[in-house]
């Protein structure tokens, strides 16, 4: 606990409404499989992938999906390497993503045996009555495909996770039956899907206890949760997830389909922040940063904890009460008196800028920090420029006026 602690008071611990029992859960990273099928991403090199996992690791991150064994021999033949690279590593297991469709499960199976790692196989097929219908697939034709695939794949001795696309738009008859078709040819994990980021929390929680009490119903299976962002809600309906869920599914900044994935970031940071969990958070700063160069997206300014913009302020107010934290000596309070997110945490630092928004207090904390006497003269000349901008002003911008 942080010696600031009292000095907040939490309504996220109030206790007057119904909790939310959020838990610490396993995590699944998908940034190096749903993650590239972002229309927009590119496909980083193989070095890169690499780092991607060491980084996972690092972060407590139980597991990855390295990638489609059926997409191309390219695909399959880093499957392969990526498998290999995850037995150097203290914690994370690698998965594969199949259809259940026969030409997916001889590739998942040739992929384990040529990295002579068992991989978990995460076999899937879309649920929902909107899908079969435009799929023209009779429900009997789904249940052969999945009791095929699953005997297959056990058989030859891998982990199997069962997946439904599609799950928080399909009924529960049909849920029932498909998982339990699964779980009968030895699927040991089952996982719920926001395929098209459907769902509220509150769907979230309804399907993931109709899962449990209903499906599962006391076996020795586990339960995920994959989540998309469509609405918006990817986070929080992970967040939500943990309640239930053994574990929950996410990518680097929140890429993949369409506008993308739950954020595995923030959902890192806020089981932090919540309590589950005690990692380090620093890796997050590089495991971002190689997603953002090396997938072609970049982060915006404004991104949560590690956009560029979320440890700054030229806010005069907002400004104030950090440097009178910074003024007591005191890292954590002034993390803390204007930031829901600690920026030590994270290997980052509050920074205290001048624009038009700003009070004196920020020039002359400006001033100081760069070795400037604060004189009269050049605190109002500083000031006065920085009045009449429309925006912050640049360090270079601040040395010229500083210098006169």
Known sequence: MSEVDHLIYDWNRDGRAVKADYRAV???????????????????????KKRLLQLMDQL??????????????????????????????????PNQAIRTHP??????????????VKIESCAFIGSSPIRRFAESWSLDTMLRSVEESVTTLVKNGLPVMFVTEDTTRADPETLAKLYEVAIGCGAKRICASDTVGH????GVRNLLTFLRSDVIKGRDVRLDYHGHNDRGLGTINALTATAVADRVHGCALGIGERVGNTSMDQLIINLQLWGLGDRDLTPLAEY????????????????????SDAFRTGTGVHAAAVIKALRKGDRDLADRVYSGV???????????????????SNVLFWLESHGYEATPARIARVFDAAKASDRLLTDAELERLARG
Do not use: F, W
């Open 288 to 307: 971002v940063a190689l997603v953002a160069e090396h997938c072609g997206i970049p982060i915006p300014p404004n991104y949560p904890a590690l956009g």
């Open 342 to 360: 600690p920026a030590s945490a994270l290997g980052r630092e509050q920074r205290i800028e001048v624009g038009p928004m700003s009070g004196e």
């Open 103 to 116: 030409l997916d499960v001889q590739g998942a199976v040739e992929a384990a045996v040529e990295s002579g």
């Open 26 to 48: 396993e995590l699944d990273d998908e940034t190096l499989r749903d993650g590239l099928q972002g229309p927009s991403v590119r496909n980083p090199p193989l070095a890169v």
């Open 60 to 93: 407590g991150i139980d597991s990855a999906d390295i990638g489609l064994p059926g997409a191309s021999p390219r695909a399959r033949a880093e499957i392969v390497e990526l498998a290999r690279e995850t037995t150097k590593l203290k914690k994370l297991r």
């Open 199 to 202: 769902a509220t929390p509150e």
